[in-house]
């Protein structure tokens, strides 16, 4: 990652315009929310999506919340049922995250979703955000705007403090109203399961899968059905090779080595992976810095089920 000078524009027309033109050439760009400050990028855009992960230092990939405009861009991605749209309907636009089945066909990067069948959405409220999602017209998705392991920021200084250098622009909208992350509520089947409180009451108990799961940790991770191995440099036989860099493979991550290209690649070369008919998986090494500590990461977690039964 480059440094960057990144620069701090009040909310205002001129600050859309600039912040809509960065998103649609990839960049990342910290807005004001209603709950608290979001780090944005064009969710159709894989690479964009990447530097998230990146900016943020995360050593791994979690699944992000996907903004949108309105209940009718929320359906271009998600399934919707009598129940999400009664509560998209009373709480929209406003702090309440649903989390819904993913279309087949959603314009939304897989690394967004950390390859899982649903996305979390949310039309957000505070009017620096809905104006920046009518310029750019696409999804965007948007976690809290601080570097991992530090607290979500309210401020804008809170933004500059922990990210500055490492993206092109704040959008400064003033102190957050609400300063805790949206409520995410899963919906479906006639249920719905609290994964993580927040300023919108459903007046239901945060729902754990089996006392033990934290709430909010309850997606179960994206892994492929089949068995991976790791380190390779050739594939055996049987196996479907993801290649990298100078292992060329079935199909590449990135033949130049490109750490953010690969890690937008990752979930769409792994389900392809698994959609092949070779029994087997194998991925080249993936070197352990920047965002491959996060590819990483993922990787080993899709071949740990798989260690010691082959
Ligand atoms: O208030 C907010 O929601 C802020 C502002 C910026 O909008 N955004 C935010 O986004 O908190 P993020 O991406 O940090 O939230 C991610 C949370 C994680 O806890 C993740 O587990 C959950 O959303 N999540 C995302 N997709 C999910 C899915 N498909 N299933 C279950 N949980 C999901
Ligand atoms: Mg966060």
Same mark, same amino acid.
């Given at each position: 990652m480059t440094a960057q000078n990144t620069r701090v524009l009040p909310e205002g027309p001129e600050a859309i315009a600039e912040a809509a033109r960065l998103i649609l050439a990839g960049e990342l760009v910290a807005m004001p929310t209603e709950t608290v400050y979001g780090l944005a990028a064009? @969710?159709?855009n894989g690479e964009a999506v990447a530097r998230i992960y990146e900016a943020k230092g995360r050593p791994g990939f979690n699944p992000l919340i996907i903004h949108v405009s309105d209940l009718t861009q929320g359906e271009e991605i998600a399934a919707f049922d009598e129940d999400s749209r009664a509560l998209a309907g009373a709480h929209w636009p406003g702090p309440l995250t649903l989390v819904l089945p993913l279309r %087949? %066909? @959603?314009?939304? @990067? $897989?690394l967004a979703t950390a390859g899982l069948p649903t996305v979390a959405l949310r039309a957000p409220a505070h009017p620096a955000m809905r104006d920046l999602l009518a310029a750019v017209g696409r999804p965007l998705a948007a976690p &809290? $705007?601080? *570097? &991992?392991g530090r607290i979500s920021p309210t401020r804008a200084e809170h933004v500059r403090a922990s990210l500055g250098g490492r993206i092109a622009l704040i959008v400064d909208g003033g102190a957050s109203g609400h300063g805790i992350e949206s409520t995410i509520v899963a919906v479906g089947g006639g249920a719905r399961r609290l994964l993580r409180p927040g300023p919108i009451d459903l007046g239901i108990a945060p729902w754990a899968a089996d006392g033990i799961e934290a709430p909010g940790q309850l997606a179960s991770h994206y892994a492929p059905a089949k068995p991976l191995r790791l380190q390779a440099t050739e594939a055996e036989a049987d196996e479907w090779l993801i290649g990298f860099g100078p292992v *060329?493979?079935? *199909? &590449?991550?990135s033949a130049s080595g490109d750490l953010v290209e690969a890690a937008a690649k990752l979930f769409d070369l792994l389900h392809e992976a698994d959609a092949r008919p070779a029994p087997r998986i194998a991925v080249a090494p993936i070197p352990e810095e920047g965002l491959g500590i996060a590819i990483n990461d993922r990787l080993r977690r899709a071949a740990a089920p798989w260690e010691g039964q082959a």
């Open positions: 064009d @969710a159709t %087949d %066909d @959603a314009p939304v @990067a $897989a &809290s $705007a601080n *570097a &991992s *060329a493979g079935n *199909a &590449s991550l």
